[in-house]
């Protein structure tokens, strides 16, 4: 079982569409729950992450974690063209040296 | 100038050659990492290291080499290059002193061996 498993897409919405990105974990032991966006032809950009459980709020993103069934969220409001990209999920433990990254959803907003 | 820097950006090299990725940043980060990416795949570590005198080695290491030179920098090498090592490589830095220890990515370098 992999550690991280993400749906790759890719999905497309129109622009002003509310966009709901997934992961699943494996692993109790996760802290941190980074959500990182990365752009065609880019490296891999933070964009927000949450400790433990619970909600973070960022401008049009949202991101929630559900530690009991190990399920990860990030939710873009108002989408818009600029969004589009691929989102990678990627959990780690608070004492573990190694992130672990899902296989990334690729997101395109049309116009 | 990027925080983290990689080059070459772009290479295409033949099977057997030895090549050389180099990273340095300027972010004044302890940890530096080497990911390759593939489609499908997502980020796999190859090596990872925490100061300068330790090097680890990640999930898929065989086939790889990494010096860290100075706290500033640390390059990847293939010794003899194989078709199946096209990818696209990553380095990245993270602040041991910083909660999260979240990473910071290079743009990038793009591998392919014929």
């Known amino acids: 079982q992999k550690e991280v498993e993400q749906d790759p897409g890719p999905l497309s919405v129109p622009e002003g569409a509310i966009v709901s990105l997934n992961c699943t974990y494996s692993n109790s032991a996760f802290q941190y729950f980074m959500w990182y966006r990365q752009y065609s032809r880019k490296g891999p950009e933070l964009l927000m992450y949450t400790y433990s459980s619970g909600n973070k709020e960022d401008g049009r993103f949202t991101a929630q974690v559900d530690k009991s069934s190990k399920y990860i969220s990030l939710f873009i409001r108002d989408s818009q063209p600029s969004d589009s990209a691929t989102y990678l999920c990627a959990p780690k433990g608070s004492n573990f040296n190694k992130f672990y990254f899902g296989s990334g959803t690729k997101l395109n907003v049309k116009p | 100038d990027a925080d983290v820097t990689q080059t070459p950006r772009n290479r295409i090299t033949k099977t057997g050659k030895r090549i050389m990725l180099e990273c340095s940043q300027t972010?004044?980060?302890?940890?530096m990492y080497w990911y390759r990416q593939d489609p499908g795949l997502g980020l796999r570590l190859i090596y990872y290291s925490f100061d300068v005198k330790d090097i680890n080695k990640g999930e898929i290491s065989d086939g790889y080499s990494v010096s860290r030179q100075a706290q500033a920098k640390f390059s990847l090498s293939l010794e003899s290059a194989i078709p199946n090592q096209t990818a696209l490589y990553f380095c990245?830095?993270?602040?041991?002193?910083?909660?999260?220890?979240?990473?910071?990515f290079g743009a990038g370098s793009r591998l392919t061996v014929l």
């Open positions: 972010k004044g980060h302890d940890r």
């Open positions: 990245a830095t993270s602040d041991s002193t910083a909660g999260a220890n979240v990473l910071t």
